[in-house]
C-alpha cells in the first residue's frame, strides 16, 4: 500500500542537526526540544535517536508520560509545569522536572506534601509576557521555592526569549539584561537560549540551551536557509501523481475553479491535502518538485489532493514521485507561500501520513 502521503524522517539528520547544536554550544548542556510530536516528526523515534541530549524539553505532561511509557528515562523538562495537584503527583511519580512559572503552582507546591523533592526551572518573565513571573516578583518565589520541602535543591532559572531570531534586537538586549540582574545571586544553573539565540546571541547560551526547530534542520534566522547554516532537513514529505490530464486553454481547476489554464497544458493530480497537513493555504506558484523537477502548484488545495502545473515536466507520469518539502525543497519556502512558518506546518503533519524512518 503506497498510494498516499509519506513522511521520510531521516535520523542521521536529526543527529546531524543535533551534533551542530552542540558545535555551536561546546560548554553548555542541551535539552533537546522535542515537544508537538517531536514537531510533528515522532517524539519516540526522535527521543531513541537524541541519545546524546543531556535532557528532553516537552511542553505538557502527557508527552513526557509517553516518553516514559517508552522506556525513555533521561531527564525530562515540562515547560508548562503542571496544572494542578494531579498534575504534580504525575510529576512526582514519572520523575519529571517542571517549569514554575506563576503563583498558583507555588501555592500547589506548597499545599501538597510529596513523597520526594521535586526538581524545578523557575522562570523569569523578561518581557515576552507569555509565562514567568516579573523581575520583581522572582526573588521571593525563589525564597519561597528554597523553603519547600518539596523542592529539590538548587532551584534553576530560566526565561525565554521573543526576538531572538533578529540581529542585534534591542528587546532581546533588554531581556537578556533583566534576566543577567534578577538572576546575579539566585542558582548556578540557567538557560535562555532557543534554536535563533544559539546561532545569534552567544551571550544567552548560559549553562542549558533549549535547541528546537534546528534539530529537524530548519533555519530559525530569517532570510537564511537552513543548508546554509549546515543544517539537514529530517522530514521529506512526498506523495504520487495519481492522474495526469490534458486541459484546454481556459479549463479552470478545483474547488471555486481559482486557477485557469492559461494554454493547453499537461495538470497533475497529487495525493496529498490539508488533510494530510499540507497547508490550504499554499498559494499558486508554491513550488512542488516532481521527479525532482521544479513545478508549481494551481488551484486550491483539497482534503485530499492537490493539483500542479506540469509544464516544467511535461514527461511527468502517473505514479511519478512528488516531493512537497525537505530535501531539495526547503519547508521555509513553503511556509512563505502559505504565510505561515515551517514550525506549524512540521507539527501539523496528521496520522494519515505514513512516517517511514530511514
Ligand atoms: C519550543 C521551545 C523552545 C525551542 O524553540 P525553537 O525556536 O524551536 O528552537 C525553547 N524553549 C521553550 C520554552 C520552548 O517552548
Given at each position: 500500500m503506497n498510494s498516499g502521503?509519506?513522511?521520510?524522517?531521516?535520523?542521521?539528520?536529526?543527529?546531524?542537526?543535533?551534533?551542530?547544536?552542540?558545535?555551536?554550544?561546546?560548554?553548555?548542556?542541551?535539552?533537546a526540544m522535542i515537544k508537538s510530536n517531536a514537531y510533528g516528526h515522532g517524539l519516540i523515534p526522535a527521543a531513541t535517536t537524541l541519545t546524546d541530549a543531556d535532557a528532553f524539553g516537552v511542553a505538557c505532561l502527557s508527552e513526557g508520560?509517553?516518553?516514559?511509557?517508552?522506556?525513555?528515562?533521561?531527564?525530562i523538562v515540562i515547560m508548562r509545569g503542571f496544572f494542578d495537584a494531579e498534575e504534580l503527583e504525575l510529576v512526582v511519580d514519572y520523575n519529571f522536572d517542571v517549569v514554575v512559572h506563576c503563583e498558583e503552582q507555588?501555592?500547589?507546591?506548597?499545599?501538597?506534601?510529596?513523597?520526594?523533592?521535586?526538581?524545578?526551572w523557575l522562570k523569569i518573565d523578561t518581557g515576552m509576557h507569555r509565562l514567568g513571573f516579573s523581575a520583581e516578583q522572582v526573588l521571593s518565589a525563589y525564597a519561597g521555592l528554597q523553603q519547600n520541602p518539596s523542592v529539590k535543591q538548587p532551584v534553576h532559572i530560566?526565561?525565554?526569549?521573543?526576538?531572538?531570531?533578529?540581529?542585534?534586537?534591542?528587546?532581546?538586549k533588554a531581556?537578556?539584561?533583566?534576566?543577567?540582574?534578577?538572576?546575579?545571586?539566585?542558582?548556578?544553573?540557567?538557560?535562555?537560549?532557543?534554536?535563533?539565540?544559539?546561532?545569534?546571541?552567544?551571550?544567552?547560551?548560559?549553562?542549558w540551551v533549549r535547541p528546537g526547530i534546528m534539530l529537524y534542520g530548519v533555519s530559525p534566522l530569517p532570510g537564511i536557509a537552513g543548508v546554509e547554516l549546515n543544517l539537514q532537513p529530517v522530514m521529506t514529505l512526498h506523495s504520487k501523481l495519481i492522474a495526469v490530464k490534458n486541459l484546454k486553454k481556459g479549463d479552470s481547476i478545483g474547488y471555486g475553479g481559482t486557477w485557469t489554464c492559461p494554454k493547453?497544458?499537461?495538470?497533475?493530480?497529487?495525493?496529498?491535502?490539508?488533510?494530510?497537513?499540507?497547508?490550504?493555504?499554499?498559494?499558486?506558484?508554491?513550488?512542488?518538485?516532481?521527479?525532482?523537477?521544479?513545478?508549481?502548484?494551481?488551484g486550491r488545495v483539497s482534503m485530499d489532493m492537490?493539483?500542479?502545473?506540469?509544464?516544467?515536466?511535461p514527461q511527468a507520469k502517473y505514479g511519478d514521485t512528488v516531493t512537497l518539502w525537505g530535501d531539495g525543497l526547503p519547508v521555509e519556502i513553503i511556509a512563505e507561500h502559505a504565510g505561515t512558518i515551517a514550525y506549524e506546518l512540521l507539527s501539523k503533519i496528521t496520522s494519515r501520513v505514513r512516517k517511514q524512518l530511514c
Open positions: 502521503a509519506i513522511a521520510d524522517i531521516n535520523l542521521s539528520a536529526l543527529e546531524h542537526n543535533f551534533n551542530r547544536a552542540k558545535q555551536l554550544v561546546p560548554t553548555a548542556k542541551i535539552f508520560i509517553e516518553l516514559r511509557q517508552a522506556g525513555i528515562d533521561k531527564r507555588l501555592q500547589i507546591l506548597t499545599a501538597n506534601t510529596l513523597s520526594k523533592p521535586v526538581e524545578v530560566m526565561t525565554h526569549l521573543a526576538n531572538a531570531d533578529i540581529m542585534n534586537d534591542t528587546t532581546t531581556q537578556l539584561k533583566i534576566f543577567a540582574e534578577a538572576s546575579t545571586e539566585l542558582s548556578d544553573s540557567t538557560s535562555i537560549a532557543n534554536s535563533a539565540a544559539i546561532f545569534n546571541w552567544p551571550e544567552a547560551h548560559s549553562d493547453d497544458m499537461p495538470v497533475g493530480v497529487v495525493a496529498i491535502g490539508y488533510g494530510d497537513g499540507y497547508p490550504r493555504h499554499a498559494k499558486n506558484g508554491t513550488p512542488v518538485l516532481v521527479d525532482d523537477v521544479q513545478c508549481q502548484l494551481v492537490l493539483t500542479v502545473d506540469l509544464r516544467n515536466n
